[in-house]
C-alpha cells in the first residue's frame, strides 16, 4: 500500500498554527476555494431545513453558503479547534444576517461535543487532510456517530491517489518534507477516497477539479456505514 507523508507536528500545533494566522488565512486562502465549494454544494443537494454541520469550519464562509441552502428553518452548526477561526466565522455569521440560523462552537472534530444521530449533513473542507492517517479513522468514526443513517457526508481535499506525478502534488510534498515549519501547517494530499472506504462509507460521488487552475481538489459525497 502506498505511504502518506505523515506529520510530525501534533494536531494541537496545528490548531495553534491557524489560530494564530486566521486573518491572513481568511484573506488569502478562501477566495481559491468559491469556484470547488460551490460545486461541492451542487452535488451535495442540501434541501430546505436539513440539518448541517461543518467541521474545521474555518473562518465560515461555507457556513454562509450552507444557510443559504438549508434557509430560513435551517439550522447549522460550525465547530473548529482554533479559537480565532471561530470568533471570525460567528462575526461572519452577523454581517450576513445568518447568525440565528448558525451556530458556531469552539471543539475538537476527534471528540465531537454533540450526542450522535442528529445531522443530514456533514461538510469538511479542506480540514481532513491535517490528520493523521490515525486521527482521519478517529474524525470519521466520529462524523458517522453524528450523522444520521441516511445522512451524507461531503469531503473537499487534496487527493493524492491518480495524482502522484502531478506538480502540485510534487511540490506540496517537497514543502511539507523539506521546508522548515511548513509541516505546522498539517495539510498535504491525501488518499480520501480511500480512507473513508476503508471506515466505512460509500462513495457516491466523486469530481476532480482544480482550482487557480493548479490546485487539485477532489470533492467526495458519501454514505455512513
Ligand atoms: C485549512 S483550514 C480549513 C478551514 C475551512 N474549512 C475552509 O475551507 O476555509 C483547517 C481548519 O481545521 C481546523 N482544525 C484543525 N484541527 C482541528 C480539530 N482537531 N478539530 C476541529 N478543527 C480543527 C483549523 O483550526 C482550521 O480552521
Do not use: K
Not at 43 to 58: D, K, Q, S, T, Y
Not at 68 to 76: A, K, T
Not at 91 to 112: F, K, M, Q, W, Y
Not at 174 to 199: D, Q, S
Amino acid at each position: 500500500m502506498t505511504t502518506l507523508p505523515e506529520p510530525d507536528v501534533s494536531n494541537q500545533t496545528v490548531v495553534e498554527t491557524y489560530h494564530r494566522l486566521a486573518a491572513l488565512y481568511d484573506w488569502f486562502v478562501t477566495p481559491l476555494q468559491a469556484s470547488t465549494r460551490q460545486r461541492a454544494l451542487e452535488l451535495l443537494a442540501i434541501e430546505r431545513g436539513e440539518p448541517v454541520v461543518e467541521v474545521g469550519c474555518g473562518p465560515g464562509h461555507a457556513l454562509v453558503a450552507l444557510a443559504e441552502r438549508v434557509g430560513p428553518d435551517g439550522d447549522i452548526v460550525g465547530l473548529d479547534a482554533a479559537a480565532s477561526m471561530v470568533s471570525r466565522a460567528r462575526r461572519r455569521a452577523i454581517r450576513e444576517g445568518a447568525n440565528t440560523r448558525i451556530e458556531t462552537c469552539l471543539g475538537d472534530v476527534r471528540s465531537l461535543p454533540f450526542r450522535g444521530d442528529v445531522a443530514d449533513v456533514a461538510f469538511v473542507e479542506d480540514t481532513l487532510e491535517l490528520f493523521a492517517e490515525d486521527e482521519m479513522t478517529t474524525v470519521l468514526g466520529e462524523l458517522e456517530r453524528f450523522l444520521r443513517p441516511d445522512g451524507r457526508l461531503c469531503v473537499v481535499t487534496m487527493e493524492r491517489a491518480g495524482a502522484e506525478d502531478d506538480l502540485f502534488v510534487r511540490a506540496y510534498d517537497w514543502l511539507f518534507e523539506r521546508v522548515p515549519g511548513y509541516e505546522r501547517f498539517g495539510c498535504r494530499p491525501i488518499y480520501a477516497a480511500r480512507t473513508l472506504t476503508e471506515a466505512g462509507f460509500e462513495i457516491e460521488r466523486r469530481e476532480r477539479l482544480r482550482r487557480a487552475r493548479v490546485w487539485p481538489v477532489e470533492i467526495l459525497i458519501a454514505r455512513p456505514p
